[in-house]
Structures are given as C-alpha cells and as structure tokens.
C-alpha cells in the first residue's frame, strides 16, 4: 500500500482494516509514532491536521 510524508513527523498510509481501506494517519515525535486517526475519504484528513499539498509520496527503489 502507499505511504505518504508529511511534515513535523506526519504519516498517511492507505491500509486495509476490517476489509476495508482506510487511511491512517500517525505523527511520529521525539522517536514514537501517536496513531491521529482513520480516514474513509482524502477529504477527511484535513480533520487530522494535514495538508495534502504539503505530502510526499514514499516509493520504494525496489523497481530497479
């Protein structure tokens, strides 16, 4: 699934909880992730703190 950073330690990751997909939403700080919140929409993250212009999509190089 994908992962997206944000800044000051934010992370969205598309998941599948309960078969259904969600997005979860942690903020990692002084070395320990705090789980924000799931979101069904993008529209709901906003309601966790996050600007999606401000994500950046984490893909790994495992392609080469």
Same mark, same amino acid.
């Given at each position: 699934? %994908?992962?997206?950073? =944000?800044? /000051? %330690?934010?992370?969205?990751? *598309?998941?599948? &909880? #309960? /078969?259904?997909?969600?997005?979860?939403?942690?903020?990692?700080?002084? %070395?320990? @992730?705090?789980?924000?919140?799931?979101? *069904? @929409?993008? *529209?709901?993250? =906003?309601?966790? =703190?996050? #600007? &999606? *212009?401000?994500?950046?999509?984490?893909?790994? &190089? /495992?392609?080469?």
């Amino acid at each position: 699934m %994908g992962q997206w950073h =944000g800044p /000051d %330690g934010i992370l969205v990751e *598309a998941i599948i &909880l #309960d /078969d259904r997909p969600l997005l979860r939403v942690s903020h990692r700080v002084n %070395g320990r @992730t705090y789980l924000r919140g799931y979101c *069904a @929409t993008v *529209a709901e993250l =906003g309601r966790h =703190g996050v #600007d &999606l *212009a401000e994500l950046v999509e984490h893909s790994p &190089l /495992d392609h080469l």
